[in-house]
């Protein structure tokens, strides 16, 4: 079945990178994504990538995908106080909802 | 272009109602999802619905339910709420199933 795994906290200063971790189990995961929520906000879609792609930049967020290990990371450089959130990482089977999300990470940027 | 608007954003029920909580998805999107959001139990998928018709559905009780207009607004109905049905609800709006998932602000149900 799916699964989807992630590390409860990661806590960096602001100015340095952000690494941001998640393992997922179904092998047919098509599409996998990384959401980010704000104290008493919706999810907000950052970015997302194909299983058949290894690495997808998109400004200061870069998503590295490893399909052997099924590791998914998202990393977001010069990280401010205003990445402080909750990111939730998803894995979706083409053309096959529902999203499976991990139970998120939250990031605590320090000034 | 305007987002996924959920309504109402917040609700404070009582043991035993029933409540009813709307989704407007993003214009042309005609596939709506929607999830519960718990502390314990993290996000956990309820429905999705395209074109009036229900998709795929989570492992919720019979008390959640929900259907979509022609229109692809979406409404969910919890009956005999319970305590542990207190969490915050979220629907998402994609162009069609399968696609990337924009989500709303939520609604947040209290039970007391």
């Known amino acids: 079945g799916e699964d989807v795994e992630q590390s409860l906290f990661l806590s960096v200063r602001e100015g340095d990178s952000s690494v941001i971790n998640c393992t997922y189990t179904d092998s047919s995961s098509t599409y996998l994504y990384w959401y980010k929520q704000e104290p008493g906000a919706g999810l907000q879609l950052l970015t997302y990538i194909f299983s058949n792609m290894d690495m997808k930049q998109d400004q200061r967020l870069t998503v590295l995908l490893n399909k052997k290990d099924k590791h998914l990371s998202l990393r977001i450089a010069d990280t401010q106080t205003g990445d402080s959130a909750i990111y939730f990482c998803?894995?979706?089977?083409?053309?096959?909802?529902?999203?499976?999300f991990g139970k998120g990470t939250r990031l605590s940027v320090i000034a | 272009k305007a987002g996924v608007t959920q309504t109402p954003r917040y609700l404070i029920k009582t043991r035993g109602q029933q409540v009813t909580l709307s989704c407007s998805p993003i214009?042309?999107?005609?596939?709506v999802s929607w999830y519960q959001q718990t502390p314990g139990q993290g996000l956990q998928f309820l429905f999705e619905?395209?074109?009036?018709?229900?998709?795929n559905k989570g492992n919720f009780p019979g008390r959640f339910s929900g259907r979509q207009f022609s229109n692809s607004r979406s409404e969910m109905n919890v009956s005999t709420l319970e305590l542990g049905d207190s969490a915050l609800y979220l629907c998402?709006?994609?162009?069609?199933?399968?696609?990337?998932?924009?989500f709303g602000q939520g609604t947040r149900l209290t039970v007391v």
């Open positions: 214009s042309g999107h005609r596939s």
């Open positions: 998402a709006s994609s162009p069609k199933t399968g696609d990337e998932a924009f």
């Open positions: 998803a894995e979706s089977v083409l053309g096959n909802t529902p999203l499976v």
């Open positions: 619905y395209f074109s009036e018709t229900q998709r």
